[in-house]
């Protein structure tokens, strides 16, 4: 067996270090989803500072956090959910994206296999996350996080031995499929009914899915998105004909689901 292909180890310390990473990582991709969400929203929020290169600040009073107010999950708690500096509610998308992403590490963890696909399936598992996360609060999926996940798929099918000319053709084939049923729904209703974030967001799962995991992954999607719905009117908050429904975190799921079991 080639050396990279062996399993991760079940080595306690090894399995920490994931942990602790894939939480570190969670709180980057929190803030990563809130400040591309912001900016493609045209918010002010971040004071046009470059992402990448932008220290942590209060989206509210754009006061810097000092690094205690920066542990993954610990510190949201122990602030009492709420701003250091001017008590405005941290919302809860930063917590969840870190806490999901320790969830994807361990449940890919748990199912196994050679260590390249164990740590390629958590970070796209965390990527996917983050992007759960802004699809909900702002009905867009920003190219920033959709796009790396195109390369990483074919890196993945790469270092874990499968193929690439398969994995290439999972992102042609699901790019493509979706991008019809955009162009059909614009031409036959009249307005856009899927977006071009979600034909880009099925590209890059058909990486990682290859042209046979296309159709699990938007069945998967579909029954997930029309729970969702089914569950939002039993609470009477229903959408209306005129309601925008993301299909990212449905997309999300399938892709993720697709990828771990299939
Ligand atoms: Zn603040």
């Known amino acids: ?12 310390v090894l399995v920490a270090a994931g942990v602790a990473g894939f939480a570190a990582l969670g709180s980057f991709l929190g803030a990563a989803q809130a400040r591309l969400g912001a900016t493609l929203d045209g ?13 942590s600040i209060c989206p509210a009073c754009r006061q810097g956090l000092p690094v205690r ?17 001017c008590g ?3 919302p809860t998308d930063y917590a969840a994206v870190e806490a999901g ?10 199912l196994g296999g050679p260590w390249p696909s164990v740590l390629g399936r958590a970070l796209l598992g965390a990527v996917l996350v983050a992007l759960v ?16 996940l195109l390369p990483l798929g074919l890196l993945e099918a790469w270092l874990a031995g499968g193929d690439l000319v398969v994995a290439s053709a999972g992102a042609v084939f699901g ?18 009914g899927l977006g071009l974030g979600d034909v880009k967001l099925m590209a890059a799962g058909g990486a990682w899915v290859g042209p046979a995991g296309i159709g699990p992954v938007l069945l998967v999607a579909a029954l997930a998105t029309l729970t969702a719905i089914g569950v939002a009117y039993l609470l009477g908050r229903g959408p209306t004909t005129a309601s925008r429904i993301p299909f990212g975190p449905g997309l999300a799921l399938g892709i993720f689901a697709v990828t771990l079991f299939a």
């Open 43 to 55: 918010e002010a929020t971040y004071g046009g500072a470059s992402f990448w290169r932008g220290r």
């Open 88 to 90: 405005v509610p941290i």
């Open 175 to 192: 790019g493509g499929l979706l991008w019809l049923v955009r162009a059909v729904h614009k031409r036959v209703r009249g307005r856009e």
């Open 69 to 85: 107010d920066l542990v993954p999950i610990v510190s949201w708690i122990a602030l009492g959910r709420r701003c250091r500096h």
């Open 1 to 12: 067996m080639l050396p990279w292909l062996q399993p991760f180890p079940a080595d306690p």
């Open 133 to 148: 996360a802004v699809d909900l609060r702002r009905l867009l999926l920003p190219d920033g996080l959709v796009l790396p």
């Open 101 to 110: 992403s320790v969830l994807v590490f361990v449940l890919a963890l748990w």
